[in-house]
Nanobody, 124 residues
Framework: QLQLVESGGGLVQSGGSLRLSCAASGFTLEYYAIGWFRQAPGKEREGVSCMSVSDGSTYYVDSVKGRFTISSDNAKNTVYLQLNSLKPEDTAVYYC?????????????????WGQGTQVTVSS
């Protein structure tokens, strides 16, 4: 069974950091593009960052550039999203998603598999 499981969310003060993990089972992330998305209450889901696990190319939405870092550990079949300098507006449920043999994209409809999400709450 192909599955993505996120972890690492929590409550943090403004300026703090979290590291989100996205562990895959049932398939190898190396052949996928991985995206991190977030959805705040009353807002649409937005792409935050994405990467090609095979070549390491990474992309970020402007609002998180310089603060968030996406990375992968192929041995652990896991992708991470390091969140630094967090702001209250970063509060959302964060999801990871995988797209088979695809270039990295922030378009949610291109992704085949989704995790259940992990809550990130940043207090002011």
């Amino acid at each position: 069974q192909l599955q993505l499981v996120e972890s690492g969310g929590g409550l943090v003060q403004s300026g703090g950091s979290l590291r989100l993990s996205c562990a895959a089972s049932g398939f190898t992330l190396e052949y996928y593009a991985i995206g991190w998305f977030r959805q705040a209450p009353g807002k649409e889901r937005e792409g935050v960052s994405c990467m090609s696990v095979s070549d390491g190319s990474t992309y970020y939405v402007d609002s998180v550039k310089g603060r968030f870092t996406i990375s992968s550990d192929n041995a652990k079949n896991t992708v991470y999203l390091q969140l630094n300098s967090l702001k209250p507006e970063d509060t959302a449920v964060y999801y990871c998603a995988a797209a088979w043999d695809h270039i990295p994209t922030m378009a949610a409809h291109e992704y085949d598999y989704w995790g259940q999400g992990t809550q990130v709450t940043v207090s002011s």
